[in-house]
């Protein structure tokens, strides 16, 4: 009996144990699909974290807006107040023109009157108009703000920077409209003035 052939136990042990032993690439494909769906819980946890801080931001500011107008009603019957009228501007810009918008809106689409849904936009020209005008004139009443209605006074002027900046933005957005306009009716009269008499008399000048 030859002593020099491997045993067939022994073969049979050595598959069994190259089987039990993990594949590489079977590990590497486990392993990058685990770290995948880590980065994406990861991912959802910080979109659901900063959404939550946004809704909660957002909720904390509109109860300071309410609670601050709540507390400043007696403002309108001060002297500054019966001046310049900072309630009312805060009180129409955080309701009246809302409710307003969203009415005309509703009712341009019920009706396909397009032309209703610039009301809005013309109303917030005025409003922005009207609190930058306000702003100016305060004078002394600025400083009565500030001591007896600070809150009041605080947002009153965050909304008058931003209805100046959404005007700010009307405004550039109109000049380069105009200017667009304007380039392309120039265009098509100097191309007209080029074309001549017999090309007009038929028509046009294609051959």
Known sequence: MNSDAPAPDAEGRAADVEALLP????T???SGNSSTINSNVVFLVCALCCACTLV?????LLVWIILTLIYSVPSMDTSCGKQHHLWQYCFIVLLVMPVVGGCLNLIAYATRMVG???IPSLVSLAISIWGIMTWSALDACDTFYYLHYPDLLLLFKIYVVIHAIYFF??????????????GLVAGSGIMAMRRSPADVATGGGGG
Request: hydrophobic share 55%; aromatic share 6%.
């Open 56 to 60: 909660g931001l957002l909720i904390a």
């Open 23 to 26: 594949n590489e690439t079977t």
């Open 169 to 182: 933005i009307f405004v550039c957005v109109m000049c380069v409209g105009f200017t667009v306009l304007g």
């Open 116 to 118: 209703l849904t610039a």
């Open 28 to 30: 590497r494909n486990a």
